[in-house]
């Protein structure tokens, strides 16, 4: 079946550091990837997705490329603020089209960004 | 309306209770879907409805469990005889059916302590 793994947590780092987390999926059909974001208390929102091989999806300073090859959806962002601490989730939908569209999402990852 | 709505936000209940929960989705949202998602887990996919019909269950969704969405708006997810194991999360979210996008909408969830 469909899975996704995520980088483990929890994830510290300083403002305007560099962050990467790690996402890598299984999926036996050709599924949208997207990476969801929890701030606390509140619900899931939708950060960014991809949808085809080669696409790069972006949002807020946020980037991930949907690389087909190596089964890969890692989140990027060049400098974090400490507003950006939150619990980060990947998710794939498989089939993109046609039935129910679920996702599955990985475990999730905890940043914390210090000042 | 402001995005998907679910009440309560926060339930304890004893075991062996009945509990029901409520969601709203946005309002020209078709499809909805329920969620669990356990302490350090990501969510994990329950039931779905496509209107009124509730097309697909997760293996997750044991005989103790019920969802309806009796006119096509909102829905209600029944767990009867609780166990300590139901403590979670439930997570609804709502999309439009539509060829050119995936995105789900999530409300803030209904946190369930079984005691």
């Known amino acids: 079946g469909d899975s996704v793994t995520q980088m483990e947590g929890p994830v510290t780092l300083s403002e305007e550091a560099f962050l990467t987390i790690n996402c890598t999926y299984t999926a036996t059909g050709y599924p949208s990837l997207f990476w969801y974001v929890q701030y606390p208390g509140e619900g899931l929102q939708l950060l960014l997705k991809?949808?085809?091989?080669?696409d790069k999806g972006s949002n807020k300073g946020f980037e991930a490329t949907y690389r087909k090859e190596t089964t890969s959806f890692h989140l990027e962002k060049g400098s974090v603020q400490v507003s950006d601490s939150a619990v980060y989730f990947c998710?794939?939908?498989?089939?993109?089209?046609?039935?129910?569209?679920?996702?599955?999402f990985g475990s999730g990852t905890q940043l914390t960004v210090l000042p | 309306d402001t995005g998907v709505s679910q009440d309560p936000r926060h339930k304890i209940t004893k075991r062996g209770q009945n509990v029901t929960f409520r969601c709203d989705p946005i309002s020209e949202h078709n499809r909805l879907y329920w969620y669990r998602q356990t302490l350090g887990q990501g969510p994990e996919f329950l039931t779905y409805f496509q209107n009124e019909a509730q097309l697909e269950k997760s293996r997750l969704l044991s005989d103790r469990f019920s969802a309806e969405r009796p006119k096509g708006s909102f829905s209600t997810l029944e767990i009867q005889r609780t166990e300590q194991g139901d403590s979670a999360m439930y997570l609804c979210?709502?999309?439009?059916?539509?060829?050119?996008?995936?995105?789900?909408?999530f409300g803030q969830g209904t946190r369930l302590t079984v005691v």
């Open positions: 991809a949808t085809k091989a080669d």
């Open positions: 998710a794939l939908s498989d089939p993109p089209s046609g039935s129910a569209r679920q996702l599955t």
């Open positions: 979210a709502s999309s439009f059916d539509s060829p050119r996008t995936t995105e789900a909408f």
